[in-house]
């Protein structure tokens, strides 16, 4: 009787080794795969439902069991949504470390300095790599799902090519965004300058998102932020056709007018003083490093050259006669205000 039972637990022993043998071979055996392929994992998919969705396609040959038995045995049944690149050749044990680690494809979206936030929520919405959650594109209801607590989103977005996994919403994409801003304006007004004109960092920010669409030449954005510095501290009135032309909104047809230039808004720079209510549009990390650093000197004007360059004066009396040089007399045919 004990040599009958030695030797039933020698057969179990050894049938244990040899499925834990088997299981073992699945982890090392290839997809089939003839060329490359992406595959989806859903929100919410078990890694069971993932090697049924597979065996069924034909990707793997072995029962599906086997496979679960094997991740199993491993500890890596835990998986992450995505959409995955597999290739030819990869096997079961290195699908499942992309699986377990979220190496998803990573789809890219980009917002272009100087943008407003109705060109950032339009690429957002004309884009099917991302998942569409929001349904009212109103500020309340943005504000509320993004927790922001400014009265206008101009300007809050960092400009950037950022780049998303196909399950990332139109929330997520904002809220990555927004915070980067957040994190680049505090990192940038933590190193600025002395005497600055401003009571805090969104001040600063509105005066980036002037000078990001004053110029694009880089060299020139210190230059124009201490022009717009020194006129704030000389009480002076910004008069920046920027402010006035986002104002404006869709009445703005793309000349600027002596009535455009009368007409009353917050963000009539020819009309108020001081800083308008909230940015016009998304500076960049050098926009904002300027208007925290701007360039010392005594110009107090500055006139576009037409060929996306400003010339920078001291007194009224020599931009005025800048304004006739470039404006009026030598228009280039070509002419245009900012480099972009």
């Not at 300095?113 to 950032?120: A, T, Y």
């Not at 401003?198 to 060299?219: N, R």
């Not at 304004?323 to 228009?331: D, I, T």
Request: with cysteine; proline share 5%.
């Amino acid at each position: 009787m004990l040599k009958k039972l030695v030797f039933l637990l020698a057969a179990l022993a050894f049938s244990l080794v040899s499925v834990c043998f088997y299981i073992e071979r699945v982890g090392d055996s290839p997809l089939q795969l003839d060329q490359g392929v992406s595959f989806e994992v859903t929100p919410g998919s078990t890694l069971t439902q993932v090697i049924a969705e597979m065996y069924e396609k034909g990707y793997l040959l072995q029962h599906p069991k086997l496979y679960a038995s094997y991740a199993k045995l491993h500890k890596h049944e835990h998986i992450k949504a995505g959409e995955y690149q597999l290739d030819p050749g990869i096997n079961f044990s290195l699908l499942l470390k992309k699986l377990n680690s979220g190496e998803a494809i990573l789809h890219e979206i980009r917002f272009i300095e100087g943008w407003d936030f109705r060109q950032v929520s339009a690429e957002i919405r004309s884009s099917e790599r991302f998942r569409h959650s929001i349904t009212d594109w109103g500020v309340d209801n943005l504000k509320t799902l993004l927790g922001i607590q400014y009265d206008s989103l101009e300007g809050l977005f960092f400009p950037d090519t950022y780049h998303f996994p196909k399950t990332a919403s139109d929330v997520d994409i904002l809220r990555y965004s927004y915070k980067k801003m957040q994190s680049v304006l505090d990192e940038e007004w933590q190193q600025r300058g002395q005497d600055l004109p401003y009571d805090s960092p969104y001040e600063a920010l509105i005066m980036a998102s002037i000078v990001e669409k004053e110029t694009g030449v880089a060299e020139e954005r210190a230059k124009i932020a201490g022009v717009f510095v020194r006129r704030l501290k000389k009480n002076m009135r910004l008069q920046t056709d920027p402010t006035v032309i986002y104002g404006l909104g869709d009445v703005y047809q793309g000349n600027l007018t002596r009535k455009h230039l009368k007409s009353p808004s917050p963000y009539n720079t020819y009309l108020i003083k001081g800083l308008p209510p909230t940015p016009i549009a998304m500076p960049g990390r050098e926009a904002i490093r300027a208007a925290l650093h701007p360039e010392e000197g005594e110009a107090l004007y500055f006139v576009a050259m037409g060929d996306g360059r400003h010339y920078f004066s001291a007194t009224v009396e020599e931009h005025n006669k800048a304004v006739r040089k470039y404006q009026v007399k030598n228009r280039r045919a070509d002419y245009q205000s900012t480099v972009r």
